[in-house]
């Protein structure tokens, strides 16, 4: 396994174990610099959203990459003022003219908003038929929202999006998209840093010589969660890619699984008021 692999989604599309993660990163330059960073480094994977406000830069980026386009995955998410099956295909539409592209790769529900979702799903599934994207899903989807909205839906979500780190493993939910065939994919893996002061991490970091942020991209991967950890940094971004040379034993993944405290850092799924 290296920054190439890929997992095959339950359409046959194939997206990256790692990918670089862009929330919070200003338009402009900043952005712009950590997505030419990221690939010029291997990644071949970017995820943004509408609400980031950086699509634009997202989009400058890869075109002065140098990097064809299709061997971009390139990630965004439909905001849940935009929710709904028409303001969806206009939100969709906006976020490609940004993105200067002419399709997107995967593109997900951001949150679950109950029956204003579904509508948003039946525009989904339309412009994947239209073959404008070409892996559709849902972000902070939990088993609850899940089992009211695949009835509804004529194609199964390929990935849910959720926060996910050694504190909060949600191991149910985990399980459920496995049984589902619906990849999971990790926000926030690495607690905005706060893996560094965790003294297990820190101990198993010793162990492999690695960071404990490294020990912990590792992990996800082991337990087949798609990662995609953020920053603007140069040297985090390379190093954040710097974990394909060791394998965490079962035993240390164990240990890793122990610190679960079903602790969230973003907001709950059922209580967001956006």
Request: contains cysteine; aromatic residues 8%.
């Amino acid at each position: 396994m290296n920054i190439s692999s890929k997992v095959k989604l339950n359409n046959g599309v194939e997206m990256p174990w790692l990918g670089l993660g862009v929330f919070q990163s200003k338009d402009g330059t900043e952005v712009e610099n950590a997505v030419k960073t990221a690939l010029k480094n291997g990644y071949r994977s970017i995820d943004t959203a509408a609400i980031y406000q950086n699509e634009s830069g997202v989009g400058t980026a890869i075109n002065e990459s140098g990097i064809p386009r299709e061997e971009i995955f390139l990630t965004s998410k439909v905001w849940n003022s935009d929710q709904g099956y028409q303001t969806t295909l206009t939100a969709f539409e906006e976020s490609l003219k940004k993105l200067q592209t002419s399709y997107l790769d995967l593109y997900l529900i951001h949150w679950p908003k109950g029956k204003r979702s579904v509508e948003t799903w039946k525009a989904l599934e339309e412009l994947y038929e239209k073959r404008k994207i070409r892996a559709i899903g849902v972000s902070n989807f939990l088993v609850h929202h899940l089992e009211d909205f695949l009835p509804e839906c004529k194609i199964i979500p390929a990935v849910n999006q959720v926060e996910f780190h050694p504190e909060l493993i949600q191991p149910e939910l985990l399980k459920y998209c496995q049984n589902k065939n619906i990849q999971l994919e990790a926000w926030s893996p690495i607690m905005k840093g706060r893996v560094n002061d965790i003294p297990v991490l820190q101990s198993l970091a010793v162990k492999y010589n690695k960071t404990p942020v490294q020990i912990v991209i590792r992990w996800d991967i082991q337990k087949r969660v798609v990662t995609i950890p953020k920053s603007v940094k140069a040297e985090r971004i390379i190093s954040n890619a710097d974990i394909f040379d060791f394998h965490l034993s079962d035993e240390d993944v164990v240990k890793i699984d122990r610190l679960d405290q079903d602790k969230r850092i973003g907001p709950h799924p059922d209580y967001i008021s956006f």
